[in-house]
């Protein structure tokens, strides 16, 4: 059995210049320091707004801070005239190691389909990073007691034609829509299912080595108060993506300690 890294993932969503990035960062290093604050079982990530992946990377690699740090979204193109956008091997280049992928406020506020999400995490995973494909149901779904086979069924769409190799770099983050910056946390049981489903229908489509070694996540409304219960809720569960507590260093560092 492969052991799993827990990951917790900062997504500031379009929040921070690069002053505030700046400042955040040093004030989650100086707490994440403290000789009686540890965090040393997971990797904590931060996924800032393009214009400051540069300042969050030249404060990691000049201070040595043990944090990760990636991207929002991602171009599936690698260059030429698509004005806006932004390469794979350009956020590499940055020393991005990780891409979010599917976000749902993405899927709602950008035409970007299932045919696009997957040629982005080709592209994360062309470039030598690691797509986070965010899955989930929305409120409608849950209704109509659908939300495991549609986040499965997400996960399937995306996933299908990739192979073992490829498939053993994703982390999965199964964000319920409705929980998403609503304050509505799901259930320890209800992620713990939806994480679990997930990882049988990898196991089902790859070999066991990528059902163990993937990271699935839950996301939707996490803070210091429901994180441990959350993470206590079962084995398929390897971290949170974290929005708006992840704005607090605070509040996201104490997210860190108790995952
Ligand atoms: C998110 O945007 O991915 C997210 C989980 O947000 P929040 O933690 O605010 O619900």
């Known amino acids: 059995m492969v052991s799993r890294k827990p990951l917790v993932a900062g997504n500031w969503k379009m929040n921070f210049d690069h002053i505030e990035a700046t ?13 009686h604050f540890s ?57 991005c190691s990780y891409v979010l992928v599917g976000h749902s406020e993405r899927r709602k506020y950008h035409p970007e389909d299932d045919a696009n999400i997957v040629d982005q995490v080709r592209a994360v995973l062309a470039a030598g990073m690691k797509p986070i494909l965010c899955v989930g149901e929305s409120f409608e779904e849950r209704r109509q007691g659908i939300e495991l086979e549609y986040a499965v069924g997400q996960v399937h769409d995306v996933t299908r034609d990739l192979s073992d190799q490829q498939a053993s770099e994703l982390v999965i983050a199964y964000e319920p829509v409705w929980a998403i910056g609503s304050g509505m946390v799901a259930t320890p ?11 049988s229908h990898l196991r089902s489509e790859y070999d066991d080595n990528v059902a163990d070694r993937v990271r699935i996540l839950y996301g939707g409304s996490v803070n210091p108060s429901n994180a441990s219960e959350l993470m206590a809720s079962g084995r398929d569960i390897d971290g949170f993506l974290v929005g708006g507590a992840a704005l607090d260093a605070e509040q996201f560092a104490t997210i860190a300690r108790l995952t």
Not at 27 to 33: G, H, M, P, Q, V
Not at 189 to 199: D, N
């Open 23 to 35: 400042y955040f960062v040093q004030k989650l290093a100086w707490i994440l320091r403290d000789a």
């Open 189 to 199: 049981q209800i992620a713990q299912q939806a994480a679990s489903a997930i990882r």
């Open 39 to 95: 965090y040393r079982n997971c990797e904590v990530m931060l996924m800032p707004p393009f214009t400051s992946i540069r300042s969050v990377q030249v404060l990691i690699e000049s201070d040595r801070l043990k944090l990760s740090y990636g991207a929002q979204y991602v171009s599936v193109t690698n260059q030429g005239a698509f004005t806006g956008d932004v390469s794979a091997d350009m956020l590499a280049a940055l020393g």
